[in-house]
């Protein structure tokens, strides 16, 4: 089995931001934030079998994949991956090596990744604004504080 990530614009270059309390910091106020960054990475997942029941196999592992038993074995390993039902058939692909016939199955499946990466960043407790006019000068001075 090898296992290989895909470029799918639509899917897995859509980032989803947002900006969390940290819990580590018990500072009052925080000095820092967490930047919560998600999105789905894509796996391109190819399988080969190789034997005299290698196709018996590939027919099993692949039909296992549209059972929920799957899908929970992957949930409660902690994994974040998700089937996308679009996989191909098993195909038998014999070679020939060293003066004979061997029997070889391939097939690949792909699966969505759920990820989350946090970034801890420093906060700031306040923050002042100044406004200014080309010709007045200042002309609004604000102080922010963090509630």
Known sequence: MRCDTVDVPEV????????LPNAADTNTPPESLVVLTSYTRVWETFWELYGPNGFDHARKIHS????????DTFAALGLAL?????????????????????????FEA???EFVQEPIIVP?????????YE???????????ELQ
Not at 134 to 144: C, K, L, M, R
């Open 134 to 144: 080309n010709t007045a000068g200042e002309i609004y001075d604000q102080t922010v």
């Open 82 to 106: 998700y089937w996308v039902p679009d996989s191909s058939s098993p195909r038998r692909i014999p070679y020939y090596a060293d003066g004979q016939w061997w029997e070889r199955v391939d």
């Open 64 to 71: 296992a994949l549209f059972t929920q038993t799957v899908h």
């Open 110 to 112: 792909r699966f969505n």
């Open 123 to 131: 906060a700031a407790a306040s923050v002042e604004v100044k406004v």
């Open 12 to 19: 897995n270059r859509v980032r989803n931001r947002q900006l």
